[in-house]
């Protein structure tokens, strides 16, 4: 059944599930509202029934992507102000579920079918309290506070460039990216025209699928907040806490590799990407589409997290000895065929290459922290 709303002028009038995620019928004619929105959000700014009905009347995917691009100049002007480029990171566990709580909303306002929405909606406000919650104790809304990745990248790249590194990538790129990974979403309120409140097999397949991988990055984050407390506390007695299972070879060893991190390197990474392709994946099956344009949001996401844990693991691997054997016997995101634990006994061809590795590591690390004079 074909659901009327109020609102059918904001989205495409489509009958056929796989027209859902057609760009040239469900976003491409709605981008000019895009140039207008500003001036009549102005025009509007004193009066708030005027300010719902221009909501309503605006594509939802426009009015999304209006929000991310409003943000870019705000986190841009104070990172620059402050030289400090974690603006966007602060804001990284709450955009996103903003932007699903958006499409759920216009869903509740407008008169559509909600329960898919509801349920994307209940994961990611799950997903963003996880991480806030992590981001927060440790010390990341702290003033000041800064991700070390980027104190690397400024010494490298020098001030110049990274200005121009801001402009295009932290600040613009990233927000575009937090816009990108949830059109999905956009994706299936569309569905849920044609559909009505249904639950699919699909609904309930993804939606406890994603609600396992926010339990495995909460049970990663944990573990390794419960290491490092435990390794804080050993450096400062040079004993072996008592509240903890930790050995003393485990601690200095310095990094963890217990539990969920005996087998993946980065588990809660594994599970971060996981979410988002997810996400991905329903708003495919729903649309009965191997594959839509929102897979740039999904590919994109993976991309940036090779990116980043390739720089994390160099910086670890010049830090701690014993990394270049961790990285031989645990996957990176995903358990190898064959894992092995970092408390068996190491083997000569391990020893040799760790040697290598660490050489190489420590040699690409000092290069990155040497301040950079082409700026």
């Avoid at 004619?29 to 309503?56: G, T």
């Amino acid at each position: 059944m074909l659901f009327s709303s109020p609102t059918s002028i904001a989205l495409p009038n489509l009958k056929d599930l796989p027209d859902c995620a057609d760009f040239s019928k469900t976003v491409l004619p709605y981008l000019p509202q895009l140039y207008s929105l500003p001036q009549k959000v102005f025009e509007r700014i004193n009066d708030l029934d005027a300010l719902q009905n221009l909501y309503l009347e605006t594509n939802p995917l426009v009015t999304s992507l209006s929000f991310a691009l409003f943000l870019t100049p705000l986190v841009l002007i104070v990172s620059e102000i402050n030289k400090n480029y974690s603006q966007v990171d602060r804001l990284w566990s709450l955009i996103p579920a903003i932007h699903n709580c958006h499409y759920a909303l216009y869903a509740h306002l407008s008169g559509l079918p909600t329960t898919r929405l509801d349920h994307v909606m209940a994961v990611s406000v799950l997903w963003g309290a996880r991480l806030t919650f992590n981001y927060w104790r440790k010390g990341g809304y702290t003033v000041g506070s800064e991700d070390y990745r980027w104190a690397i990248v400024k010494e490298y790249v020098g001030p110049f460039w990274m200005v121009l590194f801001n402009i295009a990538f932290i600040s613009l790129g990233q927000n575009i990216l937090l816009w990108l990974v949830t059109t999905p979403t956009y994706i299936l309120l569309l569905n849920s025209r044609i559909t009505g409140n249904e639950i699919t097999q699909y609904d309930s397949l993804f939606s406890k699928l994603i609600f396992v991988f926010v339990l495995v990055e909460f049970y990663a984050d944990q573990q390794q907040w419960n290491f490092h407390q435990a390794k804080t506390q050993y450096k400062e007695t040079a004993k072996v806490p008592k509240d903890h299972t930790y050995t003393r070879e485990q601690l200095d060893r310095g990094f963890n590799t217990s539990g969920l991190w005996g087998w993946s390197r980065h588990p809660n990474f594994a599970a971060e990407q996981a979410v988002w392709v997810c996400l991905y994946q329903w708003c495919c099956c729903e649309s009965w589409v191997f594959m839509n344009w929102t897979f740039a949001g999904a590919m994109s996401y993976l991309f940036l997290f090779q990116a980043s844990t390739w720089l994390t693991e160099m910086l670890s691997a010049s830090k701690y000895p014993e990394y270049a054997i961790y990285q031989q016997r645990v996957g990176k995101f995903l358990p190898k065929p064959v894992t092995k634990s970092m408390d068996a006994p190491k083997e000569k061809k391990e020893v040799k290459k760790q040697e290598n590795m660490n050489a190489t590591a420590t040699a690409t690390a000092d290069k990155l922290r040497v301040t950079s004079r082409r700026g």
